[in-house]
């Protein structure tokens, strides 16, 4: 209880120092770590539970674009852990915007800043998901940085100690998923077909 209520109030005075009460956070994320794509076949999600109230203007993503991108992406937070739940806020950045704010064709900050801040409630789960139309094809795809994720200040500084409880976790893309199967699949077949020749 104690370790909870000073976590809580290290947490108000962190919030504090950034200025007013209506200081806006960030879901960020950081340089490294393997891409993962974002297109028709491919999207990243978080799951964000606040351990204290603050307002929630968007993301502040390190990601790049394929040299043909043409389709928009977009940011999306809704009430709950998936996207059946209500959804709160949008952001759309059409390909030109995206590349407009960084040189798309290689990592950089990309801001998807929402019109109203979302107000996020300690204790409640809340569900982000980044997505694009573009085809399952590299050059027109769109690519993210998502193995680290923090909350952020709009200059990308994490905010500590975090006000979020609940780890942010990305979700791998299928392919990869589908690699992780296969690879289990080959470690089976081949402890099988070595304990047939230890017979």
Known sequence: MFKTALKTALLMISLSSLGSAATFLYLSTGQTGAQTQIDIAHTSTWLLTPNVDFLFDGG???????????????LSIYLGSDNTGTQ??????????????????????????????????????????????????????YFIKSDTSFISDLNGTAITPSPIDQAITATP?????????????GVAFMKRAFAQTCR
């Open 173 to 185: 893309e299928p392919a990869t998923i589908m690699l992780s199967g296969l690879v289990l699949v």
């Open 60 to 74: 502040l993503f390190t990601m790049k674009a394929g040299g043909s991108v043409a389709d928009d992406i977009n």
């Open 88 to 141: 709160l806020a949008s952001i759309t950045l059409t390909s030109n915007q995206f590349c407009t704010q960084a040189a798309c064709g290689q990592f950089n900050t990309h801001q998807f800043l929402f019109t109203t801040p979302v107000a996020l409630t300690t204790g409640t789960t809340y569900f982000a998901e980044l997505t694009s139309n573009a085809p399952n094809t590299q050059s027109q795809a």
